[in-house]
Protein backbone atom coordinates (compact mmCIF):
# COMPACT_ATOMS: atom_id res chain seq x y z
CA UNK A 1 0.00 0.00 0.00
CA UNK A 2 1.24 3.67 -0.68
CA UNK A 3 -0.74 5.32 1.58
CA UNK A 4 -0.83 9.52 0.41
CA UNK A 5 -4.34 9.98 3.03
CA UNK A 6 -2.12 12.06 5.40
CA UNK A 7 1.33 11.88 6.91
CA UNK A 8 -0.77 10.61 10.10
CA UNK A 9 -0.35 6.77 8.95
CA UNK A 10 3.43 7.19 9.40
CA UNK A 11 4.25 4.17 11.40
CA UNK A 12 6.82 4.46 14.13
CA UNK A 13 10.52 3.36 12.63
CA UNK A 14 12.83 0.87 14.11
CA UNK A 15 14.87 3.34 16.44
CA UNK A 16 11.65 4.90 17.35
CA UNK A 17 10.60 1.58 18.69
CA UNK A 18 13.80 0.98 20.39
CA UNK A 19 13.40 4.35 22.04
CA UNK A 20 10.04 3.66 23.08
CA UNK A 21 10.97 0.03 24.31
CA UNK A 22 14.18 1.28 26.18
CA UNK A 23 12.23 4.42 28.41
CA UNK A 24 12.48 4.76 31.58
CA UNK A 25 9.26 5.30 32.91
CA UNK A 26 7.33 6.76 35.71
CA UNK A 27 3.66 8.46 37.47
CA UNK A 28 3.73 11.58 35.31
CA UNK A 29 0.71 12.76 36.93
CA UNK A 30 2.76 13.00 39.91
CA UNK A 31 5.94 14.52 37.35
CA UNK A 32 7.51 11.89 37.78
CA UNK A 33 8.13 10.33 34.72
CA UNK A 34 11.97 10.79 33.33
CA UNK A 35 11.08 10.60 29.61
CA UNK A 36 8.25 13.04 29.37
CA UNK A 37 9.79 15.47 31.55
CA UNK A 38 12.91 15.30 28.74
CA UNK A 39 10.54 15.77 25.84
CA UNK A 40 8.78 18.77 27.79
CA UNK A 41 11.83 20.59 28.25
CA UNK A 42 13.10 19.58 24.70
CA UNK A 43 10.01 20.65 23.00
CA UNK A 44 10.62 24.10 24.97
CA UNK A 45 13.96 24.59 24.13
CA UNK A 46 13.21 23.44 20.54
CA UNK A 47 10.64 26.21 20.22
CA UNK A 48 12.04 28.65 22.29
CA UNK A 49 9.73 28.75 24.81
CA UNK A 50 9.91 28.66 29.38
CA UNK A 51 7.96 25.68 29.26
CA UNK A 52 6.03 22.66 27.27
CA UNK A 53 2.99 20.11 27.60
CA UNK A 54 2.84 16.79 26.34
CA UNK A 55 -0.38 16.52 25.16
CA UNK A 56 -2.25 13.54 23.74
CA UNK A 57 -3.47 15.51 20.82
CA UNK A 58 -3.32 17.93 18.50
CA UNK A 59 -6.85 18.75 18.83
CA UNK A 60 -6.28 18.61 22.49
CA UNK A 61 -3.70 21.07 22.77
CA UNK A 62 -4.87 23.66 20.82
CA UNK A 63 -8.15 23.05 23.39
CA UNK A 64 -5.78 23.74 25.87
CA UNK A 65 -4.46 26.85 24.80
CA UNK A 66 -7.32 28.11 23.60
CA UNK A 67 -8.92 27.57 27.56
CA UNK A 68 -5.57 29.09 28.69
CA UNK A 69 -5.63 32.01 27.09
CA UNK A 70 -9.62 33.02 27.12
CA UNK A 71 -12.11 33.05 29.38
CA UNK A 72 -15.54 32.25 29.35
CA UNK A 73 -17.14 34.58 27.07
CA UNK A 74 -13.86 35.51 25.67
CA UNK A 75 -13.46 35.35 21.74
CA UNK A 76 -10.85 34.14 19.15
CA UNK A 77 -10.36 35.20 15.50
CA UNK A 78 -9.55 31.98 13.63
CA UNK A 79 -9.28 30.92 10.02
CA UNK A 80 -13.00 29.42 8.89
CA UNK A 81 -10.81 26.39 7.31
CA UNK A 82 -8.54 26.49 10.16
CA UNK A 83 -7.89 23.64 12.40
CA UNK A 84 -8.99 25.34 15.57
CA UNK A 85 -11.86 26.18 14.06
CA UNK A 86 -13.17 23.71 11.82
CA UNK A 87 -12.04 20.20 12.68
CA UNK A 88 -11.62 20.36 16.33
CA UNK A 89 -15.44 19.64 16.59
CA UNK A 90 -16.07 22.93 18.47
CA UNK A 91 -14.22 22.17 21.31
CA UNK A 92 -13.34 25.85 22.33
CA UNK A 93 -17.40 26.57 22.35
CA UNK A 94 -18.68 23.87 23.96
CA UNK A 95 -15.71 22.95 26.52
CA UNK A 96 -14.31 26.56 27.17
CA UNK A 97 -17.42 28.70 26.42
CA UNK A 98 -15.26 30.49 24.04
CA UNK A 99 -16.26 32.41 20.99
CA UNK A 100 -14.57 31.38 17.46
CA UNK A 101 -14.78 34.63 14.98
CA UNK A 102 -13.80 33.05 12.16
CA UNK A 103 -12.62 34.90 9.42
CA UNK A 104 -11.90 33.85 5.75
CA UNK A 105 -8.30 32.80 4.63
CA UNK A 106 -6.46 34.60 2.01
CA UNK A 107 -5.28 32.00 -0.86
CA UNK A 108 -1.85 32.09 0.47
CA UNK A 109 -3.10 30.86 4.33
CA UNK A 110 -2.85 34.34 5.90
CA UNK A 111 -5.38 36.28 7.75
CA UNK A 112 -5.73 40.05 6.28
CA UNK A 113 -4.54 41.89 9.46
CA UNK A 114 -7.02 44.63 8.14
CA UNK A 115 -9.81 42.38 8.26
CA UNK A 116 -8.61 41.01 11.58
CA UNK A 117 -8.54 44.51 13.19
CA UNK A 118 -12.30 45.13 11.52
CA UNK A 119 -13.31 42.18 13.72
CA UNK A 120 -12.25 42.99 16.82
CA UNK A 121 -14.81 44.01 19.01
CA UNK A 122 -15.16 47.35 21.05
CA UNK A 123 -14.92 47.11 24.49
CA UNK A 124 -18.54 46.92 25.55
CA UNK A 125 -21.03 44.91 27.64
CA UNK A 126 -22.83 43.86 23.91
CA UNK A 127 -19.75 41.49 22.51
CA UNK A 128 -17.64 39.16 23.54
CA UNK A 129 -14.06 40.09 24.18
CA UNK A 130 -11.91 39.21 21.99
CA UNK A 131 -9.09 37.98 23.52
CA UNK A 132 -6.57 35.64 20.60
CA UNK A 133 -5.88 35.46 17.26
CA UNK A 134 -4.91 32.27 16.13
CA UNK A 135 -2.85 31.36 12.72
CA UNK A 136 -2.13 28.35 11.32
CA UNK A 137 1.92 27.06 9.69
CA UNK A 138 1.55 25.74 7.72
CA UNK A 139 -2.20 25.87 6.55
CA UNK A 140 -2.58 23.50 3.96
CA UNK A 141 1.02 22.73 3.12
CA UNK A 142 1.40 26.21 2.72
CA UNK A 143 3.85 28.13 4.43
CA UNK A 144 3.04 31.20 6.21
CA UNK A 145 6.00 34.13 5.19
CA UNK A 146 7.87 34.93 8.33
CA UNK A 147 7.34 39.00 7.39
CA UNK A 148 3.71 38.22 7.71
CA UNK A 149 4.49 36.87 11.07
CA UNK A 150 6.67 39.36 12.22
CA UNK A 151 3.05 41.83 11.12
CA UNK A 152 0.98 39.85 13.00
CA UNK A 153 3.33 39.93 16.40
CA UNK A 154 3.28 43.73 16.09
CA UNK A 155 -0.60 43.38 15.40
CA UNK A 156 -1.37 41.31 18.34
CA UNK A 157 0.93 43.07 20.21
CA UNK A 158 -0.58 46.56 19.84
CA UNK A 159 -4.42 45.73 20.12
CA UNK A 160 -3.58 43.62 22.94
CA UNK A 161 -4.32 40.24 21.71
CA UNK A 162 -2.73 37.04 22.45
CA UNK A 163 -0.97 35.16 19.33
CA UNK A 164 -1.34 31.23 19.61
CA UNK A 165 0.10 29.62 16.52
CA UNK A 166 -1.33 25.73 15.72
CA UNK A 167 1.98 24.83 14.51
CA UNK A 168 0.65 21.24 13.89
CA UNK A 169 3.57 21.61 10.87
CA UNK A 170 5.85 24.06 11.53
CA UNK A 171 8.72 22.43 11.48
CA UNK A 172 7.82 21.33 7.78
CA UNK A 173 7.42 25.06 7.75
CA UNK A 174 11.45 25.58 9.03
CA UNK A 175 12.59 22.92 7.32
CA UNK A 176 11.31 24.41 3.79
CA UNK A 177 12.32 27.99 4.63
CA UNK A 178 16.00 26.50 6.07
CA UNK A 179 15.42 28.39 9.11
CA UNK A 180 15.68 27.62 12.72
CA UNK A 181 12.11 27.07 14.09
CA UNK A 182 12.17 29.88 16.32
CA UNK A 183 12.31 32.56 13.58
CA UNK A 184 8.70 30.97 13.27
CA UNK A 185 7.85 30.05 16.99
CA UNK A 186 9.44 33.09 18.69
CA UNK A 187 6.42 35.83 17.43
CA UNK A 188 4.30 33.75 19.16
CA UNK A 189 2.69 33.49 22.72
CA UNK A 190 2.19 29.83 22.09
CA UNK A 191 2.92 26.90 19.71
CA UNK A 192 1.12 23.50 19.15
CA UNK A 193 3.45 21.02 17.45
CA UNK A 194 2.09 17.65 16.58
CA UNK A 195 4.77 14.82 17.04
CA UNK A 196 2.40 12.60 14.88
CA UNK A 197 2.25 14.22 11.63
CA UNK A 198 4.99 14.05 9.59
CA UNK A 199 7.65 13.75 12.43
CA UNK A 200 6.29 10.36 12.82
CA UNK A 201 5.55 9.63 16.06
CA UNK A 202 2.74 7.14 16.84
CA UNK A 203 0.65 9.28 18.99
CA UNK A 204 1.15 13.01 20.97
CA UNK A 205 1.37 16.84 20.80
CA UNK A 206 3.02 19.36 22.42
CA UNK A 207 2.55 22.86 23.91
CA UNK A 208 4.59 25.62 24.29
CA UNK A 209 4.37 28.67 26.57
CA UNK A 210 5.44 30.49 29.32
CA UNK A 211 5.63 29.18 32.31
CA UNK A 212 2.41 30.08 34.02
CA UNK A 213 0.66 29.53 30.67
CA UNK A 214 1.69 25.86 31.15
CA UNK A 215 0.75 25.65 34.43
CA UNK A 216 -2.69 26.35 33.78
CA UNK A 217 -2.72 24.01 30.54
CA UNK A 218 -1.94 21.06 32.68
CA UNK A 219 -4.95 22.00 34.51
CA UNK A 220 -7.05 22.12 31.93
CA UNK A 221 -5.46 18.85 30.92
CA UNK A 222 -6.09 16.91 33.76
CA UNK A 223 -9.69 18.21 33.48
CA UNK A 224 -9.91 16.93 30.17
CA UNK A 225 -8.95 13.27 30.79
CA UNK A 226 -5.45 14.00 29.30
CA UNK A 227 -3.10 13.22 32.68
CA UNK A 228 -1.17 9.90 31.38
CA UNK A 229 0.94 8.17 33.70
CA UNK A 230 3.91 5.94 32.16
CA UNK A 231 3.39 8.02 29.43
CA UNK A 232 7.23 8.18 28.74
CA UNK A 233 7.15 5.15 26.23
CA UNK A 234 4.92 7.68 24.38
CA UNK A 235 7.33 10.26 25.07
CA UNK A 236 10.50 8.29 24.19
CA UNK A 237 8.84 8.20 20.48
CA UNK A 238 8.21 11.85 20.23
CA UNK A 239 11.67 12.49 21.33
CA UNK A 240 12.89 10.67 19.09
CA UNK A 241 10.99 12.51 15.92
CA UNK A 242 12.34 15.55 17.46
CA UNK A 243 16.14 14.25 17.40
CA UNK A 244 16.55 12.06 14.31
CA UNK A 245 13.26 12.82 12.15
CA UNK A 246 12.99 16.59 11.66
CA UNK A 247 15.32 17.44 8.84
CA UNK A 248 14.38 14.34 6.62
CA UNK A 249 11.27 16.08 6.20
CA UNK A 250 12.82 17.96 3.36
CA UNK A 251 12.84 14.68 1.72
CA UNK A 252 9.14 14.76 2.02
CA UNK A 253 9.22 18.16 0.09
CA UNK A 254 10.76 16.96 -2.62
CA UNK A 255 8.93 14.10 -3.15
CA UNK A 256 5.59 16.45 -3.07
CA UNK A 257 7.66 18.44 -5.75
CA UNK A 258 8.55 15.57 -8.14
CA UNK A 259 4.67 14.49 -7.35
CA UNK A 260 3.28 17.59 -8.32
CA UNK A 261 5.50 18.68 -11.85
CA UNK A 262 4.21 14.58 -12.64
CA UNK A 263 0.78 15.22 -12.18
CA UNK A 264 1.72 18.67 -14.11
CA UNK A 265 2.89 17.41 -17.15
CA UNK A 266 -0.32 14.77 -17.57
CA UNK A 267 -2.91 16.44 -20.14
CA UNK A 268 -6.54 17.25 -18.09
CA UNK A 269 -4.45 16.80 -14.92
CA UNK A 270 -4.04 20.03 -12.78
CA UNK A 271 -2.05 20.92 -9.42
CA UNK A 272 -3.39 23.79 -6.98
CA UNK A 273 -1.64 26.63 -6.70
CA UNK A 274 0.72 26.41 -3.58
CA UNK A 275 0.87 22.72 -3.83
CA UNK A 276 4.00 21.26 -3.03
CA UNK A 277 5.13 24.16 -0.64
CA UNK A 278 5.58 21.64 1.56
CA UNK A 279 4.42 17.64 1.78
CA UNK A 280 0.55 18.29 0.25
CA UNK A 281 -0.69 18.16 -3.16
CA UNK A 282 -4.07 19.45 -4.60
CA UNK A 283 -5.04 18.29 -7.79
CA UNK A 284 -7.96 20.41 -9.23
CA UNK A 285 -9.90 17.82 -10.56
CA UNK A 286 -14.09 18.17 -10.20
CA UNK A 287 -15.33 15.99 -7.33
CA UNK A 288 -16.81 13.19 -9.02
CA UNK A 289 -13.28 13.13 -10.97
CA UNK A 290 -11.60 13.29 -7.58
CA UNK A 291 -13.56 10.11 -5.85
CA UNK A 292 -13.52 8.14 -9.30
CA UNK A 293 -9.64 8.49 -8.85
CA UNK A 294 -9.54 7.82 -5.21
CA UNK A 295 -11.33 4.23 -6.22
CA UNK A 296 -9.20 3.90 -9.37
CA UNK A 297 -5.94 4.01 -7.24
CA UNK A 298 -7.38 1.52 -4.52
CA UNK A 299 -7.59 -1.04 -7.11
CA UNK A 300 -4.20 -0.02 -7.28
CA UNK A 301 -3.13 -0.10 -3.36
CA UNK A 302 -2.57 3.54 -3.69
CA UNK A 303 -4.76 5.13 -1.38
CA UNK A 304 -5.84 8.82 -1.45
CA UNK A 305 -8.46 10.95 0.00
CA UNK A 306 -11.32 10.48 -1.63
CA UNK A 307 -13.17 13.62 -0.67
CA UNK A 308 -13.86 16.63 -3.47
CA UNK A 309 -10.30 17.81 -4.75
CA UNK A 310 -7.95 14.96 -3.88
CA UNK A 311 -5.08 15.93 -1.27
CA UNK A 312 -2.04 14.11 -1.78
CA UNK A 313 0.59 13.74 1.21
CA UNK A 314 4.03 12.69 1.20
CA UNK A 315 5.34 11.52 4.55
CA UNK A 316 8.38 8.77 5.62
CA UNK A 317 6.71 6.06 4.77
CA UNK A 318 6.50 7.23 1.17
CA UNK A 319 9.46 6.87 -1.16
CA UNK A 320 10.64 8.47 -4.40
CA UNK A 321 9.52 5.33 -6.42
CA UNK A 322 6.40 5.03 -4.68
CA UNK A 323 5.64 8.69 -6.48
CA UNK A 324 6.56 7.64 -9.94
CA UNK A 325 4.64 4.61 -9.55
CA UNK A 326 1.64 6.93 -8.79
CA UNK A 327 2.53 9.56 -11.18
CA UNK A 328 1.99 6.55 -13.32
CA UNK A 329 -0.83 5.24 -12.10
CA UNK A 330 -2.51 8.57 -12.13
CA UNK A 331 -1.52 8.99 -15.80
CA UNK A 332 -3.42 5.78 -16.88
CA UNK A 333 -6.72 6.97 -14.80
CA UNK A 334 -6.25 10.20 -16.98
CA UNK A 335 -5.53 8.26 -20.38
CA UNK A 336 -8.73 6.11 -19.36
CA UNK A 337 -6.03 2.79 -19.28
C1 LIG B 1 -3.62 17.30 12.58
C2 LIG B 1 -3.77 18.70 12.91
C3 LIG B 1 -4.08 19.12 14.21
C4 LIG B 1 -4.30 18.16 15.36
O1 LIG B 1 -4.89 16.99 15.03
P1 LIG B 1 -4.94 15.68 15.95
O2 LIG B 1 -5.39 14.68 14.97
O3 LIG B 1 -5.89 15.98 17.03
O4 LIG B 1 -3.56 15.42 16.49
C5 LIG B 1 -4.17 20.46 14.44
N1 LIG B 1 -3.97 21.35 13.48
C6 LIG B 1 -3.65 21.01 12.23
C7 LIG B 1 -3.39 22.05 11.20
C8 LIG B 1 -3.56 19.66 11.89
O5 LIG B 1 -3.25 19.31 10.65
Known sequence: MIDLRSDTVTRPTAGMRAAMAAAEVGDDVYGEDPTVNRLESLAAEMIGTEAALFATSGTQS???????????????????????????????????????????????????????RAAIKPDDFHFARTRLLCL???????????????????????????????????????????????????????????????????????????????????????????????????????IFALEHQVQRLAEDHKNAALLASGLQSIPGMGVEPFSADTNMVFTTLKPQNGMALAVFLKERDILVSPSGRNRLVTHLDVSEADIRTVIEAIQQFMTGG
Not at 84 to 103: C, F, H, N, R, W
Not at 164 to 173: E, Y
Request: hydrophobic share 40%; glycine share 12%; proline share 3%.
Open 62 to 116: NLLALMSHCQRGDEYIVGQQAHTYKYEAGGAAVLGSIQPQPLELEDNGTLDLERV
Open 136 to 238: ENTQLGKVLPLSYLAEAAAFAGKHGLALHLDGARVFNAAVKLKVDVQTITGHFDSVSVCLSKGLGAPVGSVLCGTKPFIKTARRWRKMLGGGMRQAGILAAAG
